[in-house]
């Protein structure tokens, strides 16, 4: 057999799939026209309901963080300034002090009120108290923050097996056919429920990660902010000057999530 006559069958194959789908079909075409997103999730069969559950609690999560993280609510304006005045000159009232840290509930503030509750200790049993005091407030920024990090493979891994039930659906239908020609239009349909379902896993997915990248970040530098912060208080107001190696807390690795998977290839676990 030449290639020229392989050519002309599989034209000849092709041309007979078209003219059975556009009208040649023994039972009626589905329409696969999208006219609104409604319509692109109803189609995508019922996967689409709990990749749509993952984008609303990516989307809680990264609002709830990012007011969580804003400047004001990290350390609120006039913080320091007013502490201070309370711990300068003859009249200073620590115990004032303190509640005034702890009133707002800040990362800052809690810092600062572990720093003055011990201020008649040495410099080194201080930088202790604030660096613990330090590393339970990074602890109460990155809350949540490894959920968030789980959601994009878990809408990855949603969209493959919606993929996956989408070609169930294909086979089936082929299967149950003793002509599978005639079927094209359940072909197409399972096909089409496939490769929606991946495309929606992605969509959610690739937002959701830079979202979390951006958090992170966000993240690391209100803890730059709060240790610069705490330093230059101790270095006013602990027993001598703070050394440059003192750290209210630790500079903590991020924590990267694993790559996207690519669906037709492999599958990475949740963290």
């Not at 392989?6 to 023994?26: D, K």
């Not at 999208?34 to 749509?52: A, E, N, R, Y």
């Not at 949540?144 to 169930?168: D, N, Y």
Request: hydrophobic content about 45%; some cysteine; charged content about 20%.
């Amino acid at each position: 057999m030449t290639p020229q006559i392989t050519m002309e069958m599989a034209a000849g194959c092709i041309q007979s799939i078209l003219g059975q789908t556009s009208g040649g079909g023994s039972g009626p075409a589905v329409s696969l026209n999208i006219q609104s997103v409604w319509d692109f999730v109803v189609k995508g069969g019922l996967t689409m309901i709990p990749i749509g559950l993952v984008s609303l609690v990516a989307m809680t999560v990264v609002i709830e963080r990012l007011l969580v993280l804003r400047r004001r609510s990290v350390i609120p304006l006039g913080l320091l300034d007013r502490v201070s005045d309370l711990l300068d000159g003859p009249r200073a009232d620590r115990r004032k002090a303190i509640e005034h840290c702890k009133a707002g509930g800040s990362p800052m503030g809690n810092v600062l009120a572990v720093a003055i509750k011990h201020l008649d200790e040495p410099l080194d049993k201080i930088e202790k108290h604030v660096e613990e005091a330090g590393q339970r407030e990074v602890i109460r920024l990155r809350r949540r923050m490894r959920l968030l990090s789980a959601l994009p493979q878990v809408s990855t891994m949603l969209g493959l097996v919606g993929t996956i039930f989408g070609m169930i659906k294909t086979f089936q239908a082929v299967a149950a056919s003793s002509e599978a020609l005639g079927k094209t239009e359940l072909l197409a349909k399972g096909i089409y429920e496939a490769w929606t379902t991946t495309a929606s896993g992605l969509l959610v997915a690739i937002p959701v990660l830079v979202a979390y990248h951006i958090v992170q970040g966000k993240i690391d530098s209100t803890i730059v902010d709060i240790d610069a912060a705490a330093i230059e208080w101790m270095e006013r107001f602990g027993s001598g000057s703070a050394p440059q190696s003192a750290r209210v807390v630790e500079r903590p690795t991020e924590i990267e999530p694993p790559p996207l998977p690519i669906p037709a290839l492999a599958a990475v676990p949740a963290t």
